[in-house]
């Protein structure tokens, strides 16, 4: 009996470590683009439409600037890189 309740303990940490692994490797694999909108003067713009687009596959995303002129884009897919 003590030996089926080790191997339990043993399959149960086991899957749980996967579990967290799994997660992780998950967050490696995304990323973010976050800014502020401002005018030439420096001063935010509020309400302004911001349109990001993946030139891989032209599929675009958009979102509203803040009333502190701040926008964000979460959870994106990596892409290739590009050099200039």
């Known amino acids: 009996m003590g030996q089926t309740n080790f191997s339990l303990a043993k399959l149960t940490v086991s899957i749980v470590f996967l579990a967290i692994l799994s997660v992780a ?14 005018d030439n003067s420096g001063g935010v713009i509020p309400g302004a439409t911001v349109v990001l687009t ?4 032209n599929q675009t995303q958009q979102t509203i600037s803040s009333d502190a002129g701040f926008y964000r884009f979460s959870n994106l897919a ?3 890189p590009r050099f200039k």
């Open 78 to 80: 990596p892409g290739l």
């Open 54 to 57: 993946n030139k891989e596959t």
């Open 25 to 38: 490797a998950q967050a490696q694999f995304r990323a973010g683009v976050q800014g502020v909108v401002t």
